[in-house]
């Protein structure tokens, strides 16, 4: 007879069970849209997008997360859809103890608990795909043990269904964005996310990156307590930045924003790699206002030539160079570029690379403050509708919520650093090449390869 299946294998009844948790909620809100088309009504953006947050507010687990990684991509969603999903909390409830247990036995074995000195009952954390227990190592360290919650291969890929559901309902209804290619990376991000083995490589591969960098601290796995559904790494020590910014000064919350940047930034301007969730909880800040990097799980490898695109951007905007610009545009996907849309991308870039552009200190908010977000995107968007829409590359999902979620950490900071200077002193001697070099060593060491 064949093995029988795991309860945590993508079954088909895993599959049915999550459609019918969320397939009335997002069904009306199709059938809603499509209707509105049928019968020839004007459709309202505002009144949809505050349905389909109705509708997800309820659901737990990957269709809240993709909710709130749509929220932070200004290609993705209409501004309406953003500002609405924006609002989306995920407080994923604990597993108690008889999950715990069943799951550590799954995947250590019955004697799992002689294989630790102590592990808490409670959990430490809990997100959207699991959950985090800390414990104590037979030689002392401090443990931080990450377990997934039950069916998440089912759940994840019938959240995926619904979602091209939802892409699909609001493309008749707005054509400006063609968001193919958005899903395209959701799904091979969050399915990436499920594969805790991966994710120990991920670390892996930061603490390469970021061995010579002192303002940064990784957690360390321990393979022989890990498994594809159980990732064990010691345990990082560290304040939540919000309570450290409330009594900080401005000199201590400059030099957490800087080590901020740099932990972001390094990886990805040296070898072409981002941390793609700078979610408040996925680090911590220790008393030299160094930081801890926690959650390895939305990690993006780019080309080197991606990573070029984006400095010749910059370079191109101060310089007012369009052929650059357009190169540029062109190494990350973009095709068949007319002027006017041209002209509309560099709205978008101007804005993102603005506190770039001034050498002096300055506060983020300067000239990207929420409002002022919101106001740029609704004219992007009202500009590619008018010229007939764009394809995001898939390559900006990451990148943009990584840029974007920074930006409200250092306004939430009311960091006054002088960007400018801090970018060039990060890409200072770039070389394609040499980060292609540095790129392939530090995958090969990890045991990652690019996709």
């Known amino acids: 007879m064949p093995p029988k299946k795991s309860s945590d294998e993508n079954t088909l009844t895993g599959r049915v069970k999550r459609y019918a948790q969320v397939g009335s909620a997002i069904g009306g809100f199709a059938a809603r849209v499509a209707g509105e088309r ?3 009504r004007k459709a309202d953006p505002a009144k949809n997008a505050e349905g389909l947050k109705l509708a997800l507010g309820g659901l737990k687990g990957p269709l809240m997360k993709v909710a709130q990684i749509l929220s932070t991509i200004p290609e993705a969603l209409p501004p309406e859809y953003a500002q609405e999903l924006s ?4 407080n994923a409830p604990h597993m108690g103890w008889p999950f715990v247990n069943r799951r550590m036995t799954a995947e250590l074995g019955a004697d799992w608990k002689e294989r630790f000195t102590s592990f808490s009952r409670e959990a430490a954390r809990a997100a959207s ?3 985090v227990h800390k414990a104590v190592s037979l030689d002392g360290r401090a443990l931080a043990c990450k377990l997934q919650y039950p069916d998440m291969d089912s759940i994840v890929e019938a959240d995926l269904r619904q979602l091209k559901m939802v892409f699909a309902a609001y493309r008749r209804m707005d054509p400006s964005i063609d968001p193919s290619d958005i899903h395209a990376e959701i799904t091979a991000r969050l399915k990436e996310e499920l594969d805790y083995e991966n994710e120990a490589c991920n670390l892996a591969l930061y603490r390469h990156m970021l061995a010579k960098e002192p303002s940064v601290h990784v957690p360390e796995v321990l393979d022989d307590l890990s498994t594809k ?7 990082v020590e560290g304040e939540p930045i919000k309570d450290v910014a409330a009594r900080a000064d401005q000199t201590t919350r400059d030099a957490i924003a800087v080590n901020m940047f740099r932990a972001w930034y390094l990886p990805f301007y040296k070898f072409g790699v981002i941390h793609g969730d700078p979610h ?5 800040v ?8 926690m959650d390895f799980g939305a990690i993006r490898v780019f080309a080197p030539s991606f990573v070029k695109g984006v400095i010749d951007l910059f370079i191109a905007l101060q310089k007012g160079d369009r052929a650059l610009a357009v190169s540029a545009y062109e190494t990350w996907g973009f095709t068949g570029l007319s002027n006017e849309m041209i002209d509309t991308l560099n709205i978008w870039a101007a804005f993102v690379y603005a506190p770039l552009m001034e050498d002096r200190p300055r506060l983020i908010e300067e000239t990207n403050a929420a409002d002022a977000g919101r106001d740029t995107v609704a004219k992007v968007h009202k500009e590619l509708r008018r010229l007939g829409g764009v394809k995001p590359p898939r390559e900006f999902v990451l990148m943009d919520r990584a840029a974007i979620g920074l930006g409200s950490v250092f306004m939430h ?5 002088n ?3 801090l970018f060039h002193d990060t890409i200072a001697g770039f070389d394609v090449n040499v980060l292609a070099k540095a790129q392939s060593t530090a995958l090969k060491k990890a045991g990652l390869t690019h996709s």
């Not at 609002?87 to 995920?90: E, G, I, K, N, P």
């Not at 559904?229 to 345990?235: D, E, G, V």
Request: charged fraction near 20%.
């Open 286 to 293: 220790r008393e030299d206002t160094t930081i801890n990097l």
């Open 87 to 90: 609002q989306l909390q995920a």
């Open 229 to 235: 559904r159980l990732l064990t790494m010691t345990w």
């Open 129 to 131: 795909l699991g959950q």
């Open 38 to 40: 049928v019968l020839g």
């Open 280 to 284: 408040l909880g996925n680090y911590t």
């Open 419 to 421: 960007w400018h200077r």
């Open 413 to 417: 900071l009311r960091a006054e650093v």
